[in-house]
């Protein structure tokens, strides 16, 4: 990727775009993880299978935890990503860690939560201080619920 990085700048006489850095590994990874996550996983009618399929593709899920059929979970921040133990995330989830041009930021669901079936959950980081979104621990989520910006969500 070095020399085609270094053609790029040649030829157009600007800055490479960042995706010149990557290696080829991560060239060839993303688009089968993206594949794994939103096509496979995303349509299996097993949830040991759904949840083997996200481990394998670098989800931090923990033990016990049932993630619905139809669930988005962030391919590009599969890292940025943690699913505590006996968390229930209901069909049709939508977890997103970005927007256009904003900062990865973290989606941390701590133990015993409960998400509601079409909630979005979005770490959106407009007037956010790096924070993301946490989900404390045995917290409810409504369904058809949105969750935006720096939140912490905590049973009371």
């Known amino acids: 990727m070095k020399l085609a990085k270094k053609l790029y700048e040649l030829i157009t006489k600007k800055e490479a775009p960042y995706y010149y850095n990557y290696s080829i590994f991560k060239i060839i990874g993303k688009p089968i993880r993206k594949w794994l996550c939103q096509t496979v996983a995303y349509n299996c009618p097993f949830n040991c299978i759904r949840i083997f399929i996200y481990k394998i593709c670098g989800f931090k899920i923990g033990r016990h935890t049932f993630i619905g059929m139809h669930t988005y979970l962030d391919d590009m921040c599969y890292d940025l990503m ?8 209901s069909y049709g989830v939508y977890f997103a860690c970005h927007g256009k041009n904003q900062k990865h930021l973290p989606i941390i669901i701590e133990d015993g ?35 935006k910006m720096y939140q912490i969500i905590q049973q009371q």
């Open 113 to 147: 939560a409960y998400i509601g079936m079409r909630a979005n959950i979005i770490s959106n980081n407009k007037n956010c201080k790096d924070k993301g979104i946490t989900i404390g621990k045995n917290s409810i989520i409504g369904a058809c619920s949105l969750i």
């Open 82 to 89: 943690k699913i505590g133990n006996n968390v229930t995330i």
